[in-house]
């Protein structure tokens, strides 16, 4: 149930403006989201080298739910609820490792790693262990990138990623491995994060660094002309840069996106100084100056150069609190300190995502404030209109 005062924000919003602040704010809001966004959107685990050998788990939080992802067999990825199943206690604390089992720490109930109950003691007689299994989560494996979601009757993700599977597949997901990978926690709504990166109308002002080099910063009138020569040299050598986007007709939570943007003049890579960083993925035989830009669901984007791939997954917290996991992804047979520099490799979005986190818990600072009201979008904010519009639909529609 939305609070009176959301009630009231979510009457009061105008297209073409952001959202008024207590649709950011209220708990009530942060309850609604998790209710009809969180429960039943896909959000990214892991790699699945990650979880290569059986027993092998990692464990994410979604708001206030937590999930075990453990690979069970050599064929089988599962998800399980981590919740116990006597009197509720988170069963596994830790947040990745290998085990032959999920002992509660609290009575000391077990589960397989399938999730079914093994070990319940002094129970009576007529308890039934097979009624008492972990709660299960869907799982999908997409391009190697593994995915859950907490509703196990959910759309399915990897479906719809079959769109951009020509463009994805010559980057060789499956040769590719984890070359470092960093948590952001930012103090601000998980709409505002989202918000955030769905515009590059800040890039200039606020990300020097990635300005520099990539052209999605500029206005279309300005940046047009760059996409015939791309496709020009795309073309040359072999490359599928075919742009497809399914969020305007299907709904967000399955969206996929796939558009490659011309780097500047100068850089075939995102790099500092925009020389090659790694060996090249996939079928990729050089570069030609271009950098996709991907979206699976409304929680997961990843940016893809020719020899590294940088994942961004958001996570919510609460009201007030969210995370942005960052995963820099390189070829499976490149060695650190010989066929790449990890430092090189993830500056960039190291300092990109250091900004970003500045500029979004500034942007919460300023809607917190009683003289906030919501301003007018540019051109350039197109995907976040899209967004919030959807949004506010989403949750009119769910009002209770
Ligand atoms: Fe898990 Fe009791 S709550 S064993
Ligand atoms: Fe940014």
């Given amino acids: 149930m939305l ?9 009061q919003y105008q297209t073409g ?10 708990a009530s809001v942060f309850e609604a989201d998790t209710e009809s966004l969180f429960l039943s959107g896909w959000f990214y685990a892991c790699h699945i080298s990650e979880i290569q050998n059986v027993g092998d788990f990692v464990v994410l939080n979604i708001a206030n739910e937590s999930v075990i992802v453990v690979r069970v067999s050599e064929d089988s990825v599962q998800a399980h609820l981590n919740v116990c199943r006597h009197r509720g206690s988170r069963v596994c604390l830790e947040s990745h490792g290998n085990s032959k089992n999920f002992a509660c720490p609290y009575h000391g109930w ?10 319940s003691k002094e129970m009576p007689a007529e308890f039934d262990k097979s009624a008492h299994g972990l709660k299960a989560a869907a799982v999908e494996i997409v391009f190697s990138m593994v995915f859950v979601n907490l509703d196990s009757n959910a759309g399915s993700l990897s479906k719809n990623a079959k769109r951009i599977e020509p463009q994805l597949s010559q980057y060789g997901f499956e040769q590719t491995k984890v070359a470092y990978q960093e948590t952001w926690t930012v103090e601000a709504n998980w ?26 910063k500029l206005p279309d009138r300005l940046s047009e002309k760059l ?12 490359i599928n840069g075919e742009p ?28 500092e100084d925009g020389k090659p960083v790694a060996p090249l993925l996939g079928s990729f035989a050089g570069y030609d100056g271009g950098a996709a830009d991907i979206q699976l669901g409304l929680f997961f984007y990843g940016v893809m150069y020719p020899d590294h791939i940088v994942l961004y997954s958001f996570l919510p917290v609460d009201a007030k609190s969210s995370k942005m996991h960052i995963v820099w992804l390189v070829r499976d047979t490149a060695e650190q300190g010989r066929d790449y520099d990890v430092d090189k490799l993830t500056w960039l979005w190291r300092v990109t995502t250091d900004a970003d986190k500045t500029i979004i818990l500034n942007n919460q ?27 506010v639909d989403e949750l009119r529609d769910n009002r209770r």
């Avoid at 609070?3 to 009457?11: H, R, V």
Wanted: glycine content about 6%; proline content about 7%.
């Fill in 17 to 26: 403006y952001s959202l008024p602040a207590s649709l950011y704010n209220d």
């Fill in 3 to 11: 609070s009176q005062q959301a009630q009231e924000a979510l009457a």
């Fill in 227 to 238: 996409y015939a020569p791309l496709q020009k040299r795309s073309q040359e050598l072999g």
């Fill in 244 to 271: 497809v986007y399914s969020g305007e007709t299907d709904d967000p939570l399955l969206a996929v996106f796939h558009h490659r943007q011309p780097l500047l003049d100068g850089y075939v890579t995102g790099t």
């Fill in 365 to 391: 600072l300023g809607v917190n404030s009683r003289f906030y009201e919501p301003g007018p979008y540019s051109e350039m904010e197109k995907f976040t209109q899209m967004f919030v519009d959807w949004y």
């Fill in 191 to 216: 709409k505002l994060v989202l918000e955030n990166f769905m515009e590059c109308y800040h890039c200039a002002p606020a990300h020097p660094e990635y300005a520099c080099s990539h052209s999605l």
């Fill in 110 to 119: 077990a589960y397989g790693l399938d999730g079914k109950l093994l070990v």
